[in-house]
């Protein structure tokens, strides 16, 4: 019998769009961060209904039932603009504009900085969010994969295997050059206080099991920490924590930008209690 475990990569749609080419990100002039009852695009759209990390289109017109509510974020200037329905709302290439219904409300600046221009970019989301299913046996990094990292001292994580088991574990420089390796019983690593990494340097860790059944299983990622004026300028935009939920989605957007995927998902697990059946931001919170 193989027992070789095999892996099937599920791709699930993360893009803010149906389509990613760069003529649609150009149309592109808002996204939605939050979105409480039915808001309309016109016939003429692909996609009728808007939800929420959808990108919105210059002189798109969208219609908001009564008691509904759509916030967006314009890419130019970083402004948040909260409608209420019954509205019927223009999107203009510098501004969105009420064509019936209340003016919107207006925030000046939907992330705080510390005197920086901080923008969200369109196509933002434009990749796949990969969830790994297979055998129970699978090892899988649970975090600093495919990501850059504010912790100067990060924590590695993995998933369990089988009870009683050793995982060899190691880092590697650009170059291929093994930094640290031990062996843990544990599903879970920090450096030794007098080990350092270094900032803006793209590092492979690895682990690795073998299984009763004489099986190796092994798991591998890449990560790396910013700079010091990042991680400040970062903190600087986090939003508190009794922040509106459309400023969470706006900074958890900056986050993946600046490719910082595990700090998002803190954010799009919060997102994903507020919407339970969206799949973009099911992936997003589970990737």
Excluded at 205 to 216: E, F, I
């Amino acid at each position: 019998m193989n027992k070789q475990r095999t892996i099937k990569m599920v791709v699930v749609a993360a893009g803010l769009l149906a389509s990613f080419s760069s003529a649609v990100y150009a149309a592109s002039v808002a996204v939605v961060t939050d979105v409480q009852g039915r808001a309309m695009l016109s016939k003429e759209s692909r996609v009728p209904q808007l939800g929420v990390l959808a990108e919105v289109e210059s002189d798109a017109r969208v219609q908001l039932d009564d008691k509904s509510k759509l916030v967006v974020v314009y890419y130019s200037s970083g402004a948040e603009y909260t409608f209420r329905g019954p509205a019927v709302v223009q999107f203009k290439a510098a501004a969105p504009e009420a064509l019936s219904g209340s003016a919107p409300e207006t925030r000046a600046v939907a992330l705080a900085s510390s005197g920086k221009d901080v923008r969200i970019k369109p196509g933002g989301l434009a990749r796949a969010a990969y969830m790994m299913m297979g055998a129970a046996n699978f090892l899988k990094l649970t975090d600093l994969s495919d990501t850059r990292t504010l912790n100067a001292r990060p924590e590695f994580r993995w998933s369990a295997l089988e009870p009683a088991i050793n995982y060899e574990f190691r880092i590697m420089s650009e170059a291929g050059r093994v930094v640290f390796a031990t062996t843990t019983p544990d599903t879970s690593l920090t450096l030794p206080a007098n080990m350092s990494l270094h900032a803006d340097t793209q590092y492979t860790w690895r682990v690795s099991a073998q299984l009763n059944d004489g099986t190796q299983s092994t798991a591998v990622g890449e990560f790396s920490i910013v700079p010091p004026e990042l991680r400040a300028q970062v903190e600087s935009a986090r939003p508190a924590p009794t922040a509106a939920l459309s400023q969470q989605i706006a900074f958890a957007l900056w986050l993946e930008q600046l490719e910082l995927r595990d700090e998002a998902r803190k954010y799009w697990e919060m997102a994903r209690a507020q919407y339970p059946d969206d799949a973009r931001i099911e992936a997003l919170a589970r990737k």
